[in-house]
T-cell receptor, first 115, second 111 residues
């Protein structure tokens, strides 16, 4: 199993550009999430999905869109990049467990710089 | 806002010593999890403790949970240089499907 994969590993954008961060998992996990990690801030949840066709907002969703057309893929779209979106982005997946979140498996991250 | 807050923010010890990190949280939880992050890498799950458990062990790791104080601690015994990493607590509870992370403790183990 490849686990959770993310592409690209590094990306530099100019303000106003759009792009899609890719995330895929081969563990047949129902739950997938996107986080951003800023220095000294820990991880903050952007969007998450509990299954194909179902997505919901996390703590910091503004400026980002997601979709979940398959169990395996959960892309994150930046609509119009801003310098405040400079961060490291992590995708994670997990098995569902009734009534609570299970351990999450993280991808290696995408380092995004917006100039 | 962050649910979990780790203490200390940074910790430096010698190889062989024990390392203790603490996590405090604000609302009721279903479970609390600890993760490790090596520099430039993704997070790796270490251990999960449920709200009805008080202590859990995994190898050199010992986790305690005190729901009355809304706090948890992670103890790494006989530390090694390879334990150098950031450690995060994450809580599951107040928003159902959300796992909320703290700011982390940066641990440095000197050989």
């Amino acid at each position: 199993n490849a686990g959770v994969t993310q592409t690209p590993k590094f990306q530099v954008l100019k303000t106003g550009q759009s792009m899609t961060l890719q995330c895929a998992q081969d563990m047949n996990h129902e739950y997938m999430s996107w986080y951003r990690q800023d220095p000294g801030m820990g991880l903050r949840l952007i969007h998450y999905s509990v299954g194909a066709g179902i997505t919901d907002q996390g703590e910091v969703p503004n400026g980002y869109n997601v979709s979940r057309s398959t169990t395996e893929d959960f892309p994150l779209r930046l609509l119009s990049a801003a310098p405040s979106q400079t961060s490291v982005y992590f995708c994670a997946s997990s098995y569902p467990r009734f009534g609570e979140r299970n351990e999450q498996f993280f991808g290696p991250g995408t380092r995004l710089t917006v100039l | 806002s962050q649910q979990g807050e780790e203490d200390p923010q940074a910790l430096s010890i010698q190889e062989g010593e024990n390392a203790t990190m603490n996590c405090s949280y604000k609302t009721s939880i279903n479970n609390l999890q600890w993760y490790r992050q090596n520099s430039g890498r993704g997070l790796v799950h270490l251990i999960l403790i449920r709200s009805n458990e008080r202590e859990k062990h995994s190898g050199r790791l010992r986790v305690t949970l005190d729901t009355s104080k809304k706090s948890s601690s992670l103890l790494i015994t006989a530390s090694r240089a390879a334990d150098t990493a950031s450690y995060f607590c994450a809580t599951d509870g107040n928003a159902g499907n959300m796992l909320t992370f703290g700011g982390g403790t940066r641990l440095m183990v000197k050989p």
